[in-house]
């Protein structure tokens, strides 16, 4: 009988014992708007409910803590919050890391960020630098653990030194199988930080048991961690589809299918499934490739007939263990420049903060991937070749910090 699944936060509601240390301390936390209990109300509301914590100031992310705000480098205000009356710093705003005058709003971090599992999302680099900021001024931090909806598999290139950024906080690969509260494991001993600090687990999570894998599905409802991340199957692709921001094709913003698709008015996405399925047949399992048409209503390529493509990694063509988005995007590309040699396929913008490197470089944490992409005489095995050392090194790594 399988067992009903605790997020940290549902734990420290329901343990008054795990409270305990917390009495008589400014207590903040840092949440969004899939920071929420297993009865769906939001970790902020549900903490100031508690008689015995002091709830003194709360944080939000990129795109705010109630994910109001829809794209890159758009930025969230500080605001005091109008039900509970207590400071609401952003950390995608005037800053990215927090200030001492915010430090100093508090005693202990209850962090509640629900993830997807993969290097680019940026509440890993939040988490890393909230970590930082609590060394350096003495604070607390407390990680309520919630699951990595995209389960353990672990694929992609790992970031090279020298490339960290908003989008990369630190060497790990694409999916990296961890949860936040694993993560933060990980930072603390490979940042060498010390501070006070601790998880609260999961009870009950299973990240192999189907048919969600990494998601509670059927038991825990889906809330968007951010706009574009509407439900489980977009969480499972978005380690390859996220490589679309670095793009000049739509990864169907604007729809209702965002990360879930890519196309563009001038590209035949007939011919490009087809060439994936000639060039590397074995990299496009676990999933079904449907040609489809969509118009996006803004971003990329808003108003035009897009012809383009949907990766169905849902239902009777989902095979967990076989399922490589990372590779699936890549492939994309790569069939793309095949077919359409002088595609301008690279997006050149200002991406996260960053002006001066090629957005699709600061994705995937080194230019490795484009310029296998790029290069006329570059195969699958070639990638392969540097994605398996990657991929092989970091399991390794990685079992050191593995709670379940």
């Known amino acids: 009988m399988t067992q009903t699944i605790q997020f940290g936060i549902d734990r420290l509601l329901a343990e008054p014992a795990l409270r305990r240390p917390l009495a008589g301390r400014r207590i903040a936390l840092l949440a969004h708007p899939a920071s929420v209990t297993a009865d769906l109300t939001h970790s902020l509301d549900a903490l100031a409910a508690l008689p015995d914590l002091r709830l003194s100031a709360a944080f939000g992310p990129q795109h705010g803590l109630k994910g109001d705000k829809q794209d890159?480098?758009?930025?969230?205000?500080?605001?005091?919050?109008?039900?509970?009356?207590?400071?609401?710093?952003?950390l995608y705003g005037e800053v990215r890391r927090p200030t001492a005058a915010m430090m100093d709003t508090f005693d202990v971090l209850l962090v509640d960020l629900q993830d997807l599992g993969c290097r680019i999302y940026t509440f890993i680099t939040t988490l890393r630098y909230v970590l930082e900021a609590a060394a350096r001024h003495g604070k607390s931090v407390w990680v309520l653990d919630r699951p990595n909806p995209a389960g353990r598999p672990v694929e992609g290139l790992t970031l090279r030194e020298g490339w960290e950024s908003f989008v990369g906080a630190g060497a790990l690969p694409m999916r990296h199988g961890l949860t936040l509260g694993e993560l933060a494991g990980w930072?603390?001993?490979t940042l060498k930080l010390d501070l006070d600090w601790q998880v609260i687990p999961m009870r009950n999570w299973q990240p192999e048991a189907s048919p969600g894998f990494g998601w509670p599905l059927g038991e825990r409802t889906w809330i968007n961690p951010s706009p574009n991340a509407p439900n489980l199957w977009m969480a499972r692709a978005y380690a390859g589809t996220v490589m679309l921001e670095g793009a000049t094709l739509s990864e169907g913003r604007g729809t209702t299918r965002p990360l879930e698709i890519f196309g563009a008015p001038d590209i035949?996405?007939?011919?490009?499934?087809?060439?994936?399925?000639?060039?590397?047949?074995?990299?496009?399992?676990?999933?079904?490739?449907?040609?489809?048409?969509?118009?996006?209503?803004?971003h990329k390529h808003a108003g035009q007939l897009n012809h383009g493509v949907q990766i169905h990694c849902e239902g009777p063509y989902y095979d967990h263990a076989a399922f490589q988005p990372w590779r699936i995007q890549a492939l994309?590309?790569?069939?793309?420049?095949?077919?359409?040699?002088?595609?301008?396929?690279?997006?050149?913008?200002?991406?996260?903060y960053e002006f001066d490197r090629l957005a699709i470089d600061l994705i995937n944490g080194s230019p490795l991937?484009?310029?296998?992409?790029?290069?006329?005489?570059?195969?699958?095995?070639?990638?392969?070749?540097?994605?398996?050392?990657?991929?092989?090194?970091?399991?390794?790594?990685?079992?050191?910090?593995?709670?379940?």
């Open 332 to 352: 994309a590309f790569k069939a793309i420049r095949r077919l359409y040699p002088d595609y301008p396929l690279w997006r050149d913008f200002g991406y996260e």
């Open 268 to 298: 035949d996405a007939r011919a490009i499934i087809a060439d994936m399925h000639a060039l590397a047949p074995h990299w496009l399992r676990g999933c079904k490739l449907r040609e489809i048409w969509f118009e996006p209503t803004f």
């Open 187 to 189: 930072f603390v001993r």
């Open 72 to 90: 890159n480098m758009v930025e969230s205000p500080d605001f005091i919050d109008p039900q509970h009356g207590i400071p609401i710093f952003s």
């Open 369 to 404: 991937l484009r310029e296998w992409v790029d290069s006329p005489s570059a195969s699958p095995a070639d990638l392969d070749a540097l994605a398996q050392a990657d991929e092989a090194a970091w399991l390794e790594t990685r079992s050191r910090f593995l709670l379940y």
